[in-house]
């Protein structure tokens, strides 16, 4: 309850008072030149009565009401008395207004001491042991002061606490150290701080004890271990010791290690990177001190130095962190050893590293780890083995090797809004199952962007696919995706597929393909609604070693510039054969030029119907389209022979896009059914209507 002032307040009394009256009334019109008591807020002013015989009184003024004051009589050792009218009421300052403020010698450091509810511990050399409460000014003592109360302890500034026997700070305690003020355990004696700390970005605990504690739910700063954050400095030692509190804060600065750093589970470790700190793709990596340094977080081997960053534990956070691995990636360079679950990372950066998250046996399923606009560049296979439930999201993959290899057993892994460019794979599942790849950018990947290899139900969908397959070399290394052997039940739908070439070339070179399917034998895997019209330079799907029958639903299939278009060699007819062979029902392709079925092929029949777009002319030299469901909005060349065959099937068409009028005839007629269908209304697949009842 703070005392306030006023310069030069004074009046009489108005009224005679008696020594038991705590109402005083000065001269009319004068109350207002005393302080102002606003009610609620707790404060008061000393006053002086003066009789005119010289008798003196302090009172205490609680509240003032215009020219009335409550008082509370006989302050400071006075007697309460009778005084008149005409009287002196004064504010004067008394002994006990001045001894609240500051006084003399009070701030020295070898006084113990207690300012405005801070407790000062005192810097008195003779202290040794700053954990004995019976020593007066010892840290120890002041704890005893407080006991189960709040407050803060003041440690000075420019001096050692030595503590001898182990001891808590409670909760309710804040130390605040001041510069060069250091808490000292001796060897085999542990302090354990529970309470917040407030200290510059210094050493602040030294000795060779332990520090412990939860810190009331703040971070330490590794600073205060002794870290030096410079790049240069062998900064191990004092991280481990950092690390053994639930959070970790790392200010700006190179953090250099010489071993890897033991963690413990639940940890959170949280950094400091400006929007500034963006990975100079071409450069960082080969650089020890990155563009970035002086505005990130950085946690690094030190130059010319290798090994792994953690060994792992579980549910550990990690935020705005940047880790990498020195001028040149290496076997060795690993992020973290071990499966570690649960584990959460956000705004974080990985550079050079061979392996982030790799499990080499694949012995073991874990996971439940999830990223978070996460950046990766210049690192190998960053993640390999039994890997279950990952997240990833919004994150950067760029200039890596494989992305993500996902082992036997692994599954219900989530993609969604990354970007991965210029790796060498961005995607294998070999006998996983049930991954959702949604919403990403796959660019320029050297071999394939995506693998299913014995891989099933999985979901890839609205995804972009640009220039991928750059190695071109080989079967899975030429296409936006592969699939392999036993894979089924897969879902592609909602795709957009581009071809394109490098950067600074204009004319597209990649991919061949834009599904290459290796010994997939009636996958019952789909593709339906993707954008393909600009999708690849050769044809949209291939099987190279044609053992893949049936292995996939299409709807439609666009071929455009591609396949030499009217030329004596064009290739329709092996991209319709290719189609046929590989589609599990009727499938649609469109065209957008005159084309040619310039050579015999044994093409599977009712399979492929053409679609026309604007004036197409389809020359037919031997009589091919006759193993064709049908064709629409195409000229027939004049060397066109027979007609082709009536397209027909078990049931009317569910897939691909049919005009009204067309007509499929029932192969599996019976009783009370229909002789075919029609479509009445145009559509995806159309509104088809039942004609030719059977008789019971």
């Known amino acids: 309850m703070p005392a306030v002032f006023a310069n030069n307040a004074g009046s009489e009394l108005a009224l005679d008072i008696s020594a038991e009256d705590t109402v005083i009334t000065v001269v009319t019109g004068e109350g207002d030149i005393f302080p102002d008591l606003e009610s609620g807020n707790d404060v008061y002013f000393h006053a002086t009565l003066v009789g005119s015989g010289g008798s003196i009184e302090i009172v205490k ?20 008395q009778s005084f008149a009218a005409g009287d002196v009421i004064e504010l004067r300052l008394t002994a006990e207004n001045l001894s609240a403020f500051l006084q003399s010698g009070e701030l020295d450091g070898a006084v113990s001491n207690v300012i405005k509810g801070a407790y000062f511990v005192s810097t008195d050399s003779s202290i040794t042991d700053h954990s004995d409460s019976e ?19 003041v440690l000075p500034g420019g001096h050692t606490f030595e503590i001898a026997t182990d001891m808590t700070v409670p909760a309710g305690i804040q130390l605040r150290f001041g510069s060069g003020a250091v808490l000292a355990p001796e060897t085999g004696v542990t302090v354990t701080i529970n309470g917040g700390i407030a200290a510059p970005r210094s050493t602040i605990f030294g000795g060779s004890g332990t520090i412990t504690g939860t810190l009331a739910g703040a971070a330490v700063l590794p600073q205060w271990f002794g870290v030096v ?45 400006h929007n ?8 960082d990596h080969e650089q020890y001190t990155p563009s970035y340094a002086g505005a990130a977080s950085i946690v690094q081997y030190l130059d010319g130095q290798t090994g792994t960053i953690f060994n792992h534990a579980h549910s550990i956070s990690f935020k705005k962190l940047v880790f990498r691995n020195g001028q040149t990636q290496r076997e060795t360079d690993v992020f973290m050893d071990g499966r570690p679950n649960f584990c959460s990372f956000v705004d974080c950066k990985f550079e050079n590293f061979n392996h982030i998250l790799y499990d080499a046996t694949a012995s073991e399923a874990f996971g439940a780890n999830a990223f978070f606009n996460c950046k990766f560049a210049s690192c190998g296979t960053m993640f390999r083995g039994v890997l279950v439930d990952y997240i990833f999201v919004g994150n950067t993959f760029t200039s890596n090797g494989v992305c993500f290899e996902a082992t036997s057993g692994s599954g219900f892994n989530t993609f969604s809004a990354n970007r991965f460019e210029w790796n060498k794979k961005a995607i294998l599942n070999y006998q996983g199952r049930s991954n959702v790849i949604t919403g990403n950018l796959f660019d320029a990947h050297e071999e394939t962007a995506i693998m299913l290899h ?35 039940s897969n879902t592609i739908h909602g795709n957009t597929f581009l071809k394109g070439g490098p950067d600074d070339e204009p004319d597209p070179r990649w991919p061949e393909y834009i599904i290459e399917f290796l010994g997939v034998e009636d996958g019952e895997n789909s593709f339906t609604g993707n954008a393909t019209v600009n999708g690849c330079m050769t044809m949209p799907v291939y099987d190279p070693y044609w053992n893949s029958a049936n292995a996939c639903q299409f709807d439609d299939i666009h071929v455009k510039e591609i396949g030499n278009p009217n030329l004596c060699n064009d290739n329709l007819l092996e991209i319709v054969k290719q189609i046929a062979s590989l589609s599990s029902s009727p499938v ?75 007509v499929v005839w029932n192969t599996a007629p019976v009783a009370e059914g229909y002789a075919g269908w029609i479509c009445v209304e145009a559509g995806n697949p159309g509104t088809w209507k039942g004609f030719g009842g059977i008789e019971a």
Request: proline share 4%.
């Open 61 to 80: 003024v609680t509240e003032r009401v215009g020219d009335v004051l409550t008082v509370v009589r006989g302050k400071e050792g006075t007697i309460p």
């Open 135 to 153: 020593v007066e000014g010892s840290l120890a003592w002041a704890l005893a002061l407080i006991g189960n109360g709040e407050a803060d302890i």
């Open 229 to 273: 954050a410079d790049g240069e400095s062998d900064d191990t030692q004092a991280l481990q010791k950092a690390l053994a509190f639930p959070k970790v804060f790392f200010p700006i600065g190179i953090y250099a290690i010489s071993g890897p750093l033991d963690l413990h589970d639940f940890l959170q470790l949280e950094g400091e990177m």
């Open 276 to 283: 500034s700190s963006f990975i100079d793709w071409d450069n």
């Open 454 to 488: 014995d891989s099933s139900n999985n979901h890839i969908g609205s995804n972009v696919f640009w220039r991928n397959g750059r190695d071109g070399s080989e079967a899975g290394k030429r296409s936006h995706l592969v699939i392999q052997e036993a894979s089924y």
């Open 588 to 662: 649609n392709v469109h065209i957008y030029e005159d084309r040619k079925f310039s050579f015999y092929a044994d093409v599977e029949p009712n399979r492929v119907r053409i679609i026309g777009h604007g004036s197409v002319t389809l020359s037919d030299d031997d009589g091919q389209a006759n193993r064709l469901l049908g064709l629409s909005n195409v000229v027939y060349g004049q060397t066109f022979q027979p007609t082709p065959t009536p397209m027909a099937a078990e049931s009317a068409p569910t897939l691909g896009y049919w005009e009204a009028g067309t």
